[in-house]
């Protein structure tokens, strides 16, 4: 919490997760989700077509390690709550 009185990210910054997709929906995560112009989250390249859903909810675990905005219902808190999270399925 000492350190985000410093720190918290800039939506400026995008991190690609490179895991098995990203819930985009989840509601720690939807705030900071990055979007192409043309709407996407990122791309699956497992079939090679935009919008990796996660399937398997490991990617999506990682995502809200690294930008999950803080929840005060959840207990939830990525490490920079305000990153853009751009998801890269493979």
């Known amino acids: 919490p000492e350190a985000w009185k410093l720190e918290k990210g800039s939506s400026s910054v995008v991190v690609g997760v490179v895991d098995t997709g990203i819930d985009a929906q989840h509601p720690d995560l939807a705030p900071n989700i990055w979007k192409s112009k043309e709407g996407q989250f990122g791309w699956d390249y ?18 809200g390690i690294i930008g999950a905005v803080a929840n005060p219902k959840s207990g939830v808190a990525g490490v920079a709550q305000k990153v853009s999270i751009m998801a890269v399925k493979y």
């Open 46 to 63: 497992t079939v090679n077509k935009p919008n990796p859903l996660d399937f398997h909810g490991h990617g999506t675990h990682v995502a």
